[in-house]
């Protein structure tokens, strides 16, 4: 593995199911986040991790949940999928030390809800 | 909440130089970045600024005015490869960023 990865690469899936998305990074970063990406509305963060153990909950965390059981991954679930959460996730992380922190990112799943 | 604006698009032609604006009212202020999108790929990070002025990185630079809540990002000698989206993103808090909508550049030969 080289950087982040997510799986799976697009899902199409009923209303009302449950699905995890995944997500590893191999970079030992300390940070992991989740991010929504739809049209007009930019990244907005649903979920974060600024170290393994705990979480916190961004701008939109409303139907999903995420655990960190250790630093590498960082699965996403949606416990009961609905139409409005069709959309690109990205996972992304960063240090969380030096000068500063930029976040590398996932290159995205793509999410339909019908 | 975080309220970040930036143009919705742009378009430029080949060679030319295209000025992105961005403003920000913002909780708190840790640093402020500009990424990269690519269409149906993930952002990739250009710059960062925390202090007022201007960062330069080979044609890409960066300006920010902390007192003035603003950004820009100047794509200058714009080649076709530079049409994408450009992501101003603000980090208000510990290690989290606030991203504006995006602004699509568009160039032209």
């Known amino acids: 593995i080289a950087g982040i990865t997510q799986a799976p690469t697009s899902q199409i899936l009923a209303a009302g199911r449950r699905m995890t998305l995944r997500c590893t990074q191999d970079?030992?970063?300390?940070?992991m986040y989740w991010y929504r990406q739809d049209l007009g509305l930019g990244l907005r963060l649903i979920h974060y991790?600024?170290?393994?153990?705990?979480?916190g909950k961004g701008e939109v965390p409303d139907g999903y949940s995420v655990s960190r059981a250790n630093t590498d991954d960082f699965p996403l679930t949606l416990a009961s999928a609905v139409p409005s959460q069709t959309s690109v996730y990205f996972c992304?992380?960063?240090?969380?030390?030096?000068?500063?922190?930029?976040?590398?990112f996932g290159p995205g799943t793509r999410l339909t809800v019908l | 909440g975080q309220n970040i604006d930036q143009p919705t698009e742009m378009t430029a032609t080949e060679g030319a130089i295209v000025q992105i604006n961005c403003t920000y009212q913002?909780?708190?202020?840790?640093?402020l970045f500009w990424y990269q999108q690519h269409a149906g790929e993930a952002p990739t990070f250009l710059s960062y600024?925390?202090?007022?002025g201007l960062e330069e990185k080979g044609r890409f630079s960066s300006f920010l005015s902390r007192s003035k809540g603003y950004s820009y990002l100047l794509l200058k000698e714009l080649q076709m490869k530079d049409s994408a989206s450009y992501l101003c993103?603000?980090?208000?808090?510990?290690?989290?960023?606030?991203f504006g909508a995006g602004t699509t550049v568009t160039v032209r030969a």
């Open positions: 992304a992380s960063s240090r969380t030390s030096g000068d500063y922190n930029e976040q590398f």
């Open positions: 970079m030992r970063h300390n940070a």
């Open positions: 991790s600024n170290t393994a153990g705990t979480t």
């Open positions: 913002t909780s708190g202020f840790n640093g």
């Open positions: 600024n925390v202090l007022d």
């Open positions: 993103a603000v980090e208000a808090d510990d290690y989290k960023l606030s």
